[in-house]
C-alpha cells in the first residue's frame, strides 16, 4: 500500500499564496507522475498540475503562471506553490502519485480564498 499525506492547505485572502506539500510512503517501488488536482462544490474534479519523474510539468490555463508544482524525489514528495490566489481557486485539492502499476489519490485539502 502507498499512503499519501497532504499539507499546507488553509484560508488565504486574494492575492495571497499558500504551498501545498504531499508525501508518499510505504510500498513505492517507482513514481512515475506526481500531481494535484482540485474539486470546488458542484464542480467536477480537475487538474491542476502535473511533474513528470524527468521533471516535465503540466499546468491548467487557469492556473499557469501562478502555480508552481515540483518535487523532491529523494523525499517522495511533491509541492505546489500557489501565488495571486483568487476566490475560484478555492476547492479541496488532492494530490496523486501514480507508480509504473497505480495510481494513489491523497485525501485532499481544503484551500478557501476568501477576504
Known amino acids: 500500500q502507498v499512503q499519501l499525506v497532504e499539507s499546507g492547505g488553509g484560508l488565504v485572502q486574494p492575492g495571497g499564496s499558500l504551498r501545498l506539500s504531499c508525501a508518499a510512503s510505504?510500498?513505492?517501488?517507482?513514481?512515475?507522475?506526481m500531481g494535484w488536482h482540485r474539486q470546488a462544490p458542484g464542480k467536477q474534479r480537475e487538474l491542476v498540475a502535473l511533474?513528470?519523474?524527468?521533471?516535465?510539468?503540466n499546468y491548467a490555463d487557469s492556473v499557469r503562471g501562478r502555480f508552481a508544482i515540483s518535487r523532491d524525489n529523494a523525499k517522495n514528495t511533491v509541492y505546489l506553490q500557489m501565488n495571486s490566489l483568487k476566490p475560484e481557486d478555492a476547492a479541496v485539492y488532492y494530490c496523486?502519485?501514480?507508480?509504473?502499476?497505480?495510481?494513489?489519490w491523497g485525501q485532499g485539502t481544503q484551500v478557501t480564498v476568501s477576504s
Open positions: 510505504g510500498n513505492i517501488f517507482s513514481i512515475n507522475a
Open positions: 496523486i502519485v501514480a507508480t509504473g502499476k497505480s495510481a494513489y
Open positions: 511533474i513528470t519523474s524527468g521533471g516535465d510539468t
